[in-house]
């Protein structure tokens, strides 16, 4: 095994500790973050290139939180999922709103062209939209950067906002009550089943967010039909984040200096105004659907899939209907994005 992938995990567990000791919320998700950007950055200051970091890390522990997801339906669960229609149309003009404002933004700040500004605002998740970036010719290099920023921009700045105004930090797994009795080994195999089968049937399936939504499928289904009754071990997130938070910042390996702080110039501007428009859907919609400002503003915070979902998890919000949300936002974006951008940039094939 390259050692250098012991170097990049090792200051990925540095920075959760020391995000740990500081009192951050969701620390070893945003430390790895910045403990593995930070040594990525820094070795390759002098020419080296650092060991790719494999997909497969990330999305494995993905598969786990899919299936601690799929843990938390239960019948009285999906009654609630109908009272939820308008929000879910709520994503319509969300999309135009965010995408619209964004791509204006990065045009004027970023001065990028019209392609890889399309692309690298669309609201979706990160796979989707570099492929459909691909196809069309963009520079994936900006769009890959932008993604992330966003992603990373929004994971942090979430748990800081929901910290200033609680007053208290949001911990690894803070206020969460996932157990209905001490987790054992066997919840543990159960759990690692369930996202091994569910990664395997999500993608031979073609799911969209397949890595995350086969084993959420798996895990709602046994969970509904009181087939099994799983208990979260209190340290599975803690893994969780640690792992898919060093994958983030990991991604930062081959990056110019110059492309990183221009995409972050651009990215702070977009990362605010995407959420200033989820905040002002979320108020929109307080007494419309049953769930308060908190709940619906991590609903239309343009995250990723699983982080957004670690993140409910984490504040005690129900992460099934913020997954839901989320992966309507993403379904719908690709669909559009992809229409949108044929008629745009006349791409035969899309």
Not at 22 to 35: A, D, K, R
Not at 221 to 246: E, H, M
Request: charged share 10%; net charge positive; proline share 4%.
């Amino acid at each position: 095994m390259d050692a250098r992938y012991l170097l990049i995990f090792g200051s990925g567990l540095f920075g959760g500790w020391v995000a740990l000791w500081l009192g951050l919320p969701m620390p070893f998700m945003l430390g790895g973050i910045f403990g593995a950007a930070a040594f990525v950055l820094f070795y390759e200051r002098g020419g080296r290139k650092s060991p790719v970091m494999s997909r497969w890390v990330r999305l494995s522990f993905m598969a786990v939180i899919g299936a601690i997801i799929g843990s938390r339906f239960s019948p009285e669960v999906l009654k609630l999922l109908p009272e939820f229609w308008l929000s879910g149309l709520a994503l319509i003009p969300y999309i135009i709103l965010a995408h619209g404002g964004s791509y204006a933004i990065m045009r004027k700040l970023g001065n990028y062209k019209k392609q890889d500004a399309y692309f690298a605002t669309l609201p979706g998740g990160i796979v989707d939209s570099i492929a459909l970036a691909e196809q069309m010719g963009a520079d994936l290099k900006i769009v890959t950067t932008q993604h992330f920023i966003r992603i990373i921009l929004v994971v942090a700045c979430i748990p800081m906002l929901f910290l200033a105004i609680d007053g208290q930090a949001v911990g690894t797994a803070a206020g969460v009550s996932m157990t209905t009795s001490a987790s054992d080994f066997r919840d543990l195999a159960l759990f690692f089943i369930i996202a091994a089968v569910g990664l395997g049937i999500g993608r031979v399936s073609r799911l969209p967010a397949a890595h995350m939504m086969g084993p959420l499928f798996i895990a709602l289904i046994l969970s509904v039909t009181g087939t099994v009754d799983l208990s979260v071990p209190d340290w599975l997130l803690d893994v969780a984040q640690y792992f898919i938070g060093t994958a983030l910042g990991a991604q930062f390996s081959g990056i110019t200096i110059k492309t990183l702080m221009n995409g972050l110039k651009v990215g702070v501007f977009v990362g605010i105004y995407m959420l200033g428009v989820g905040a002002l859907i979320a108020f929109a919609l307080l007494d419309l659907v049953p769930a308060d400002f908190g709940a619906l503003f991590v609903s239309f915070a343009a995250g990723g899939l699983a982080e957004m979902s670690l993140i409910a998890l984490s504040l005690n919000f129900n992460p099934v209907v913020v997954a839901l949300h989320h992966l309507c936002r993403i379904v719908l974006t690709v669909l559009a994005g992809a229409a949108v951008a044929k008629m745009l940039f006349k791409y035969k094939t899309i």
